[in-house]
């Protein structure tokens, strides 16, 4: 059965690090692009990360540079390594295979000034 869990969220002040994770079902998670995505309130949800299955990535600019996007196949999880966080990261992560509609319940991820 399709199943994504996000965790790792949590409360951090400015300039800190969360380490985000992922467990994704073995069906839904082999051979695919797996993405991060962030959900404010009152903004859009906006792409931040994406990795491929042999482990290319990609990056919003806003994030370039502080995140940093992984998967371990092996383990069917993928990770998110967040650092110098700001209040503007603010949100709920989720993650997502790529060209599917598979959504979990999402991680708060809150930073403070």
């Known amino acids: 059965q399709v199943q994504l869990v996000e965790s790792g969220g949590g409360l951090v002040q400015a300039g800190g690090s969360l380490r985000l994770s992922c467990a994704a079902s073995?069906?839904?998670?082999?051979?695919?692009?797996m993405a991060w995505y962030r959900q404010a309130p009152g903004k859009q949800r906006e792409l931040v990360a994406r990795?491929?299955?042999?482990?290319?990535?990609n990056y919003a600019d806003s994030v370039k540079g502080r995140f940093t996007i992984s998967r371990d196949n092996s383990k069917n999880t993928v990770y998110l390594q967040m650092n110098s966080l700001t209040p503007e990261d603010t949100a709920v992560y989720y993650c997502?295979?790529?060209?599917?509609?598979?959504w979990g319940q999402g991680t708060q991820v809150t930073v403070s000034s």
């Open positions: 990795i491929t299955y042999g482990g290319g990535t």
């Open positions: 997502n295979p790529e060209g599917y509609d598979y």
């Open positions: 073995r069906s839904i998670f082999r051979f695919y692009t």
